[in-house]
């Protein structure tokens, strides 16, 4: 009987094709926008995940988030790196600037100060030009961002010189890094140039970076900061899920996405319900041809089911092959989703919301099949 | 086939006994039969005839067990089928009882062959098996070239023939048929009827067929006329005034 119910699936092409679209398109739509949003709330902890070496985020009490800063006096560095257990603490500058390019644009961009000596706070990897160029005078480092939103297409980067408060800037390196949150260009320097570079009040150090002893874990160091300078510390899991939180608390996007999530879950019950009720009416003479044969109701059942959940395993397959490539393209291809992957909690989510819209318009469809009478057959 | 009810070999094919049924509409009981008794021997092709509204289609669903009557007792080949519980009733059906429909209710999407083996699949046979048996049986109703054809590629008639071929795939012991020549011209009506009377009748057999079509009288073993909910006449003909 199960290859029954499959052949009478799959021989009504256009109402198979139009229950496989539906799935389809559900989970694309599912998958893909919570893994955009999953990511996008990662890149509220881009920055601090992008400094490996810092175990603890030393601030003002008042700051919320790597862009929402109140900056400290310089002595706070003393202060952190006089507190027993720290193994090294370097300044770390982060603030907004207006940058003025060659053909004289002007964009908002992230300017990022790098201990001047050991060059901590730096990104890792380099796309192009060397880490030592750094201590050149006038030298700024963009990230993937800046080296295609401040030039025009074809020009490389390396050697162009930028406008940053009155000062002069010129590009000699591209970082490998993710865009932040909000896809501002980054540039990345000394932290005295950073400090040349964005004018500002007495106190302008943004944070203190700092490396725990052997012996001592980030958690026990933070407490420990916090106790001796009066000083905000933070782990850099804590600092980074304070970014993410910021997001969370103060955007949109949460409500944004979940709204596209829900309407990618009722467009796919709407479309599969409709399409599968019409199949069931289309064949209820049969199945109740097949009932007064003497098919009983747990294979009527089984029929049912098995067609619900052919369809929701090949719709969920193709959704999630389309929503993986468009990721992956996007990710390979474009600077704003570089960097994104699908966690893979986000396949086992869509699935079990394709199960329920499955169950739904299953049980909907089986309840018209099971509510006929053999006997209208012979009406 | 587990659970197979065995029948008797020396009762009627169908003996019914104080049958009624009511049906509600607009709130009120309306009894469409009224207190009806039959014997059907076996080896009988049996018409049951009338004008719409008469009964006739109750009482077949009733004579085929998937219509309750509200009162009296059915036994099919000595099985009293109503007493049986719900899921035996449909086992009782699957084995027993052969059906042929005025539409054919075929499924559309599978071939003749498998439409026609449908009930042996659902008694559990292997498809591959049900199939070759259901094609033999085409091949008998010379339907053997068409036995791979959906029956959207089928005529009336061929679609009718595979419908019987599903009635008789797996050797039922009662076959009931709804208005079996309907659809189709005098010819092929006659010679569906022959078949189902070559096929379906046998010592041990009975087929039962409602039909309001004069020109296939002559073919049945017995004619039975229903007029509200009663049946008014029983012979082997049919009488002067309605023929």
Not at chain 1, 124 to 140: F, Q
Not at chain 1, 246 to 255: A, D, K, R, V
Not at chain 1, 306 to 316: E, T
Not at chain 2, 74 to 82: A, L
Request: glycine share 10%; aromatic share 6%.
């Amino acid at each position: 009987m199960i290859w029954i119910a499959i052949r009478m699936l799959t021989g009504d092409r256009q109402k198979f094709y139009g229950l496989v679209f539906g799935i389809a398109f559900s989970t694309l739509l599912i998958t893909q926008q919570l893994t955009i949003f999953i990511n996008l709330l990662e890149r509220g902890a881009t920055a601090v995940y992008g400094i490996s070496t810092a175990d603890v985020w030393v601030m003002d009490p008042v700051t919320r988030s790597q862009d929402v800063v109140y900056p400290m006096p310089s002595t706070a560095l003393d202060q952190v790196r006089s507190v027993p257990g720290v193994s090294w603490a370097v300044p770390h500058f982060r603030a907004g600037a207006a940058v003025r390019t060659e053909e004289g644009d002007l964009e908002g961009v992230t300017v990022v100060g790098v201990d001047d000596s050991t060059l901590i706070g730096l990104p890792r990897k380099m796309i192009e030009g060397d880490v030592s160029a750094l201590s050149r005078p006038d030298s700024v480092f963009v990230d993937g961002v800046g080296s295609q939103r401040l030039f025009p297409p074809g020009k490389d980067p390396i050697g162009s010189r930028l406008e940053l408060n009155d000062q002069r800037a010129v590009v000699r390196g591209i970082v490998d890094v993710d865009p932040s949150f909000t896809s501002q260009v980054v540039l990345y320097t000394r932290y005295s140039n950073a400090l040349n570079y964005v004018p500002g009040t007495r106190n302008r150090m943004s944070f203190v970076l700092a490396r725990s002893d052997n012996g001592l874990t980030p958690n026990e160091l933070a407490e420990r900061i916090e106790k001796r300078t009066g000083l905000k510390a933070r782990t850099r899991d804590e600092f980074a899920q304070d970014g993410i939180d910021f997001i969370i608390e103060n955007t949109g996007i949460p409500i944004n996405f979940g709204i596209t999530v829900a309407l990618g879950f009722i467009v796919g019950i709407a479309i599969v319900g409709l399409t599968f009720s019409l199949f069931i009416r289309d064949n209820i003479k049969q199945f109740g041809a097949l009932k007064a044969i003497g098919v009983h109701n747990g294979k009527i059942r089984a029929m049912v089911a098995v067609q619900a959940g052919l369809v929701g395993l090949i719709g969920y397959g193709l959704g999630t092959l389309m929503a993986t490539a468009f990721i992956a393209s996007g990710a390979a291809n474009s600077a704003d989703f570089k960097g994104f992957y699908t966690p893979w909690q986000i396949p086992v989510i869509t699935l079990i919301a394709i199960a329920v819209i499955i169950a739904i318009t299953g049980w909907l469809a089986l309840r018209t099949v099971l509510k006929t009478e053999p006997a209208a057959v012979f009406r | 086939m587990n659970g197979v009810i065995p029948l008797a070999t020396d009762a009627p094919a169908i003996a019914i006994s104080d049958i009624s049924r009511d049906f509600i509409t607009g709130g009120q009981p309306i009894r469409v039969l009224h207190n009806i008794d039959l014997d059907v021997q076996a080896g009988e092709l049996t018409y049951l005839v009338g004008e719409s509204g008469s009964g006739k289609t109750t009482l077949i669903s009733i004579i085929a067990g998937i219509l309750y009557p509200t009162e009296g007792e059915v036994n099919v080949f000595g099985t009293d089928i109503y007493g049986l519980n719900d899921r035996s009733l449909v086992e009782f059906r699957l084995n027993t009882i052969g059906f042929i429909f005025q539409q054919y209710n075929l499924i559309p999407t599978i071939d003749a062959a498998s439409n026609a083996a449908v009930p042996l699949i659902a008694q559990g046979v292997d498809r591959l098996e049900a199939t070759e048996r259901a094609t033999e049986l085409l091949d008998r109703l010379n339907m053997a070239d068409h036995a791979r054809k959906l029956p959207s590629q089928l005529s009336g008639g061929q679609q009718q023939r595979v419908a019987i071929a599903r009635a008789l795939v797996h050797e039922p012991r009662l076959v009931v048929c709804d208005e079996p020549t309907a659809a189709l011209d005098a010819r092929s009506g006659r010679r569906v009827m022959d078949l189902l009377r070559d096929v379906g009748v046998a010592e041990d057999r009975s087929v039962i067929i409602v039909t309001h079509d004069n020109r296939v009288f002559d073919l049945a073993d017995r004619i039975l006329v229903m007029e509200d909910g009663r049946i008014t006449h029983d012979g082997t003909e049919m009488p002067d005034h309605q023929s």
